[in-house]
């Protein structure tokens, strides 16, 4: 029979090569962020000839359909959902309705992770640092809101007439966490003109490219954005 000794010495060897053979932490399972930004004012776009966001639900109801399709083909997707939500309280006195109520029923009925952000630099935080990147990464990012070709406006028309006082700039760009996406991450911008000059900045901060279109997207009841020229097109 071995000494105790012995049987310490074996179960000391034995457990220093469990530890080298057993595997590093695992990443956990990657997140799929969709944000939605704001809508107008009526009372700033009702006299136009061409008004932006006759309906409040624009980007709400856009979202809704992305994460369904998510939804559908991964049950069990990290879905986190980022909101603009001061526009939506400056909408809901025009509406006399409750939006934000109504938003979080969306949150309810699809299980996702809700977040209100009301400045540019909470979206920013989230992104770097609202998981922990070095093992939570970012596999889809997607916008849904009024956008030009240099940056995403979450509040256009909805605090001054067609001005935007909260945006995220293609110049803001490089103050994105380096490596917080996955390798084969999908990003996506469903707003105007961002594939004109946008995308190639997030591109170069990233080293992910983002679709975006060249010209004017339209926002659709029950379909995902579509562009709204024939000259435009979808571009990374």
Known sequence: MASLNSMRR???????????????????????????????????????????????????????????????????????????????????????????????????AYHVRRIYFSKTSELLDYLNKGRDREKVKIADLEYFGHSNKACWMFDYSNAIDSCSKVWLHENDLPKLRPGMFSKDAYVRSWGCHTGESMNAHFLRATGVPMWGAEGKTQYRTEELPALAERSGRWRK
């Open 10 to 108: 074996m179960f000391f060897i034995l457990g220093g090569l469990f530890a080298i053979a057993a595997p590093l932490q695992a990443a956990s399972e990657p997140e799929i962020i969709i944000i939605s930004g704001g809508v107008s004012l009526s009372q700033w776009e009702q006299y136009k000839s061409q008004p932006h966001d006759k309906w409040w639900m624009n980007f709400v109801r856009a979202a809704r359909i992305r994460i369904q399709q998510i939804r559908e083909t991964d049950s069990a997707a990290q879905i986190t959902w980022l909101v603009y939500k001061p526009a939506y309280l400056r909408r809901a006195k025009e509406e006399k309705k409750d939006l934000v109520k109504l938003i979080d029923s969306v949150r309810d």
